[in-house]
């Protein structure tokens, strides 16, 4: 298995830009979970999907954020317009129940915005 | 929200050493969980904890979850300079219903291993 792949692994862009965030979980996962790690808040859950549906998006800060998943193998974290304080890595992680929180984790895409 | 503070922030030891860190909350959690990261990856679980008291090994780590329920520690023994990382604790408050995924993780505590 390939694990959780992420892309792109690096994004530099201007403030204002769209950015698009890609994540293919792992196959037969139904939990997808989008992180953003920072040295000032650490780990924070955005948002997480259940069987391709958002079930909690608490974590997202605020309406330039938006996340999909319109298949089981595919989700997408967008951020328009993009800020410098969004500059972080983003994770994405998936799971199945039947693991018991056993959280795959993807290698991240460290976002900055200039 | 709910926090877990752990520590210490960072430790750095000699190669051979034992390693103990652990895990605080005001709150009551159902699953701990310990994870490593490495530099420019993400968060690999090492050992989860599903009820009040219960100890696991995984080689040379042990993890403990805290009979009240709001603690966990993690030890390390005979350290090697591939167990540099930083360590995260999580918790999990309840087991089901719409809270399933939403972990909480502690700051890290960073770890360096002379050799």
């Known amino acids: 298995d390939a694990g959780v792949i992420q892309s792109p692994r690096h994004e530099v862009t201007e403030m204002g830009q769209e950015v698009t965030l890609r994540c293919k979980p792992i196959?037969?996962?139904?939990?997808l979970f989008w992180y953003r790690q920072t040295m000032m808040r650490g780990l924070e859950l955005l948002i997480y999907f259940n069987n391709n549906v958002p079930i909690d998006d608490s974590g997202m800060p605020e309406d330039r954020f938006s996340a999909k998943m319109p298949n089981a193998s595919f989700s997408t974290l967008k951020i328009q317009p993009s800020e410098p304080r969004d500059s972080a890595v983003y994770f994405c992680?998936?799971?199945?129940?039947?693991?018991?929180?056993?959280?795959?984790f993807g290698s991240g895409t460290r976002l900055t915005v200039v | 929200g709910q926090q877990l503070n752990q520590s210490p922030q960072s430790m750095f030891i000699q190669e051979g050493e034992d390693v103990s860190m652990n895990c605080t909350s005001s709150s009551i959690f159902n699953t701990w969980l310990w994870y490593k990261q490495e530099p420019g990856e993400g968060p690999v679980l090492l050992i989860a904890l599903y009820k009040a008291g219960e100890l696991t090994s995984n080689g040379r780590l042990t993890a403990q979850f805290g009979i009240t329920r709001k603690d966990s520690f993690l030890n390390i023994s005979a350290s090697i300079p591939s167990d540099v990382g930083i360590y995260f604790c999580?918790?999990?408050?309840?087991?089901?219903?719409?809270?399933?995924?939403?972990?909480?993780f502690g700051q890290g505590t960073i770890l360096t291993v002379h050799p």
């Open positions: 196959s037969g996962h139904d939990y």
């Open positions: 992680a998936s799971s199945s129940r039947r693991s018991l929180y056993g959280y795959t």
């Open positions: 999580a918790g999990l408050p309840n087991a089901g219903g719409t809270s399933y995924g939403k972990l909480t």
